[in-house]
Every structure is written in structure tokens, then in C-alpha cells.
């Protein structure tokens, strides 16, 4: 639990820095790997299906198995090892911070003035198309994308992450 807390505290501090290699990239790299080694394959509906159900079970298995083999590494070497390296793993599935900032920098452009701007800060945490949205529009963007990112990056991850740690909550 204390590297729960620790976790939490890293990502309240420092939340997600640009320079950091973060999992979630390495994640995705491979997600579009596969999906192109699927879609190469498969090109019938059921075909799909079970390439989709490959990619699925491959990925969430790769997600907790590199963590927990980590984890027995670190901890063999040394026990500081393993509590650091789960702490750093645990931070990594937390987003909190992120969350605030995106969704601060979108409410500091409207309350500047500036809706392109706002605009474009939404752009990035949104996958919907921005360019024609209003100012109401913009901020109920904003909210839902903030509270449904909540459960994903945060809420999720903690209750995971307390039933079975780093690796079950990368998965």
C-alpha cells in the first residue's frame, strides 16, 4: 500500500513528463503492429474477430507478464530494486496530474478569450473534431473527457493496482 501512496505522490508532483518513455506508448506501437499483422491476414469478418481476440489476449498478457518479470528481476537483484521499480511502475498507470493539466490549459485559453486556442488544447485529449466546436460546447468536451479519462487513469488503476499490483494494473 505504501507504494500505492508513493505512486500517487510522484504523479501529484510530477505527473506524466513528455521526455519519459512511458508504457502506454510502447503499448500502443504494439497494438498497431499487430493489428496490421491481423488486418494483413485476416480479411473476412470472422477472420477479424479472432485476430481482434489475439491482439486482445496477446496485449494484456504482454502488459502484465513484462511488469511481473520485471518485478522478479528487480527483486532478485535487490529488495530496495523491487520497490522502486514497482513504485516507478505504478506512477506510470496513474494520470491524474495529466488530466488537471489538459483540462486546466483548455479552461485558461476560454478564460483568456482565446476559443482557437481552447480549440486546440482540446484537440489533443479529444478524438472527436474540435474546429467548429462553441465555447459551451468546448467545456462540456472538456468535462466529459476529464471525467471519463478519471475512471481509466486513475479510478481503474487504483483498484488494480491494489488487487494485484504493478502488473495487474498495467494489464
Given at each position: 500500500m505504501i507504494s500505492i501512496w508513493a505512486a500517487l505522490g510522484l504523479d501529484f508532483l510530477i505527473g506524466d513528463p513528455y521526455w519519459f518513455p512511458h508504457p502506454?506508448?510502447?503499448?500502443?506501437?504494439?497494438?498497431?503492429?499487430?493489428?496490421?499483422?491481423?488486418?494483413?491476414?485476416?480479411s473476412s469478418p470472422a477472420g477479424l474477430k479472432i485476430g481482434g481476440v489475439i491482439l486482445v489476449v496477446?496485449?494484456?498478457?504482454?502488459?502484465?507478464?513484462?511488469?511481473y518479470l520485471l518485478l522478479l528481476a528487480l527483486g532478485a537483484v535487490h529488495p530496495w530494486l523491487y520497490y522502486i521499480g514497482n513504485i516507478i511502475l505504478l506512477w506510470t498507470c496513474l494520470a491524474a496530474k495529466c488530466l488537471q493539466n489538459e483540462g486546466m490549459k483548455v479552461f485558461f485559453a476560454l478564460k483568456e478569450g482565446d476559443i482557437s486556442k481552447a480549440r486546440t488544447n482540446l484537440s489533443y485529449i479529444v478524438g472527436r473534431d474540435t474546429e467548429s466546436l462553441e465555447e459551451e460546447e468546448i467545456v462540456k468536451a472538456t468535462v466529459e473527457t476529464v471525467v471519463e479519462n478519471t475512471s481509466d487513469g486513475v479510478i481503474a488503476p487504483l483498484f488494480y493496482m491494489m488487487i494485484g499490483g504493478a502488473p495487474l494494473a498495467m494489464a
Amino acid at each position: 500500500m505504501i507504494s500505492i501512496w508513493a505512486a500517487l505522490g510522484l504523479d501529484f508532483l510530477i505527473g506524466d513528463p513528455y521526455w519519459f518513455p512511458h508504457p502506454v506508448r510502447f503499448i500502443g506501437k504494439y497494438i498497431s503492429l499487430v493489428e496490421k499483422c491481423v488486418r494483413r491476414f485476416f480479411s473476412s469478418p470472422a477472420g477479424l474477430k479472432i485476430g481482434g481476440v489475439i491482439l486482445v489476449v496477446t496485449t494484456v498478457t504482454l502488459s502484465f507478464l513484462v511488469p511481473y518479470l520485471l518485478l522478479l528481476a528487480l527483486g532478485a537483484v535487490h529488495p530496495w530494486l523491487y520497490y522502486i521499480g514497482n513504485i516507478i511502475l505504478l506512477w506510470t498507470c496513474l494520470a491524474a496530474k495529466c488530466l488537471q493539466n489538459e483540462g486546466m490549459k483548455v479552461f485558461f485559453a476560454l478564460k483568456e478569450g482565446d476559443i482557437s486556442k481552447a480549440r486546440t488544447n482540446l484537440s489533443y485529449i479529444v478524438g472527436r473534431d474540435t474546429e467548429s466546436l462553441e465555447e459551451e460546447e468546448i467545456v462540456k468536451a472538456t468535462v466529459e473527457t476529464v471525467v471519463e479519462n478519471t475512471s481509466d487513469g486513475v479510478i481503474a488503476p487504483l483498484f488494480y493496482m491494489m488487487i494485484g499490483g504493478a502488473p495487474l494494473a498495467m494489464a
